[in-house]
């Protein structure tokens, strides 16, 4: 099993749609998380962190559910310049704070 | 620019030939990360520094892969008698870890082609 699994997609939703990603991780010694956003042939970017409370950036809200070993993205009012692909991130303390990526969702807005 | 930076941005190599590639983190950032990423699949853990010292070598990671930190600033990537699995992108990141804040930032990669 993967560390961290998420759904590949691809999510094909129209301009102003609201869509929603999901990841799961396996190990509960994770402590901090992320959504990275990386677009075609470039360098992952972070997007934001999750913390434990949930929290929102504009059109952006991410929620983690610790119990479940469950992270979500939400986005909003989508926009073109949104389509990338959507990496959720974990750290796992036991391994000293390694960071261990997904193998990332793929989002196209379209108009 | 105060970001990452990875040098060179693409290597063309014969099979068998050996490559380096150079990662400069953000100057204050204490932690760096190697990953390779192959098309459609997530950044893959290779080794990871805290200061000079590594503290994690991926399983996956053959012998013919070996990473430095000599000074604790900028990190050197070698991958010795390569072989055509080993192109893909080679992604370096660095984080300074404080309260409340471990993210990483990434260079803009090492694309390898073997060829």
């Known amino acids: 099993r993967k560390e961290v699994e998420q759904d590949p997609g691809p999510f094909n939703v129209p301009e102003g749609a609201t869509v929603a990603f999901n990841c799961t991780y396996s190990?509960?010694?994770?402590?901090?998380f992320f959504w990275y956003r990386q677009d075609c042939r470039k360098e992952p970017k972070l997007l934001m962190s999750?913390?434990?409370s949930g929290n929102e950036d504009g059109r952006f809200t991410a929620q983690l559910n610790r119990a479940s070993q469950y992270i979500s993205l939400l986005i909003r009012d989508s926009k073109l310049s949104d389509s990338a692909t959507y990496l959720c991130?974990?750290?796992?303390?036991?391994?000293?704070?390694?960071?261990?990526f997904g193998a990332g969702t793929i989002l196209r807005v379209k108009s | 620019d105060t970001g990452v930076s990875q040098d060179p941005r693409h290597k063309i190599t014969k099979r068998g030939q050996n490559v380096t590639f150079r990662c400069d983190p953000i100057?204050?950032?204490?932690?760096l990360y190697w990953y390779r990423q192959t098309l459609g699949q997530g950044p893959e853990f290779l080794t990871y520094?805290?200061?000079?010292?590594?503290?994690?070598k991926s399983r996956l990671l053959s012998d013919r892969f070996s990473a430095e930190r000599p000074k604790g600033s900028f990190s050197t990537l070698e991958i010795q008698r390569t072989e055509q699995g080993d192109s893909a992108m080679y992604l370096c990141a660095s984080s300074f870890p404080r309260q409340g804040a471990t993210e990483a930032f990434f260079g803009q990669g090492t694309r390898l082609t073997v060829v």
């Open positions: 100057s204050e950032h204490n932690r």
């Open positions: 520094f805290q200061n000079e010292a590594q503290l994690e």
């Open positions: 999750v913390y434990s």
């Open positions: 190990n509960s010694a994770s402590q901090s």
């Open positions: 991130v974990v750290m796992i303390m036991e391994y000293g704070n390694k960071l261990v």
